[in-house]
């Protein structure tokens, strides 16, 4: 299912925080959002996922606009993993991960074995289980970070949006979630300040100020010219000589 941005302008007390964003999704890709502090990417996220509306423009989910659907509906297609996502709710870790069900449930459809089983799975895969009858507002950061990313994936979404997903993580539990995420058959949208880390992703999108100014292949768009424009950094891209692929190493700041 492809999630499209037609257009999309949102502004607060006349500042454009978002200023004519164009970009369309390519099912089952790995799409990363890059830009500094500020340049958007949390607004954009949040419109994509229908928590914001924007000023003018539209968001399509498939064939319709996202402003005709039921929340009901859009929430069994997209899922949001919020950068603050930390709980205040005392609620258990395996109730929080079972919320990513509601949008399947009704008066006519409880609870089933498959549900359980499905947050079961999303437990294990996130490394979560073992804390699973904890109350959730007793995790670190991270272990919540975990959790927000189950509670996501038990919503068994087409498109998974993803703020900074692992700013909290340790560096073991950095690559597992994102190995994680990459493996995932869906389309996944994910903004990261680590820009090693969008060398891996299929597609990536640079934001300056509100604005998309670049989409493509890491390889296209991470220039060291792009590096210095839009981050303020002199950097050089290098290959890694045993597979080929790029990486940077950061000199100093311009
Ligand atoms: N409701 C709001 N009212 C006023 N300003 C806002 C509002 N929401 C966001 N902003 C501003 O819009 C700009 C973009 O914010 P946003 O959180 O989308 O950036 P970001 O790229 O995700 O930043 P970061 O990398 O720091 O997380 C920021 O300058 C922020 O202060």
């Known amino acids: 299912m492809k999630l499209s941005a037609r257009n999309i302008s949102w502004q607060v007390n006349g500042r454009q ?3 004519n964003i164009r970009l369309e999704t390519v099912p089952g890709e790995n799409l990363g959002l890059i830009g500094p502090n500020g340049s958007g990417k949390t607004t954009l996220l949040r419109i994509l996922a229908g928590l914001q509306k924007p000023h003018t423009g539209d968001v399509w989910l498939g064939d319709q606009s996202m402003y005709r659907m039921r929340q009901r509906h859009i929430a069994r297609s997209i899922a949001l993993v919020e950068q603050q996502a930390m709980a205040s709710d005392r609620i258990s870790v395996h109730q929080a991960v079972s919320l ?7 008066p006519m459809r409880g609870w089933s074995p498959q549900d359980e ?3 079961s799975r999303a437990l294990y895969d996130v490394g ?3 804390l699973k ?5 007793t995790l670190s950061g991270g272990e919540g970070q975990r959790v927000q990313i189950a509670r996501a994936l038990a919503q068994q979404p087409d498109i998974l949006l993803l703020d900074e997903p692992t700013n909290h993580l340790d560096i073991r539990h950095q690559l597992s979630i994102l190995g994680l995420v990459r493996a995932l058959p869906i389309t996944v949208v994910i903004a990261l300040h680590d820009l090693n880390q969008a060398m891996d992703c299929d597609r990536v999108g640079v934001l300056e100020d509100g604005r998309l100014v670049d989409i493509g292949p890491p390889e296209e768009v991470l220039t060291p010219h792009r590096l210095r424009r839009t ?7 290098l290959a890694n ?4 692929r790029h990486y940077m190493r950061f000199r100093q700041a311009v």
Do not use: K
């Open 117 to 119: 089983a499905i947050v």
């Open 100 to 106: 990513g069900r509601t949008p399947y449930l009704s």
């Open 133 to 137: 009858t904890r109350p959730w507002h």
């Open 128 to 130: 979560i289980e073992p």
């Open 231 to 237: 981050f303020g950094v002199h950097a050089d891209v």
């Open 241 to 244: 000589a045993q597979d080929q």
């Open 17 to 19: 925080l978002l200023d």
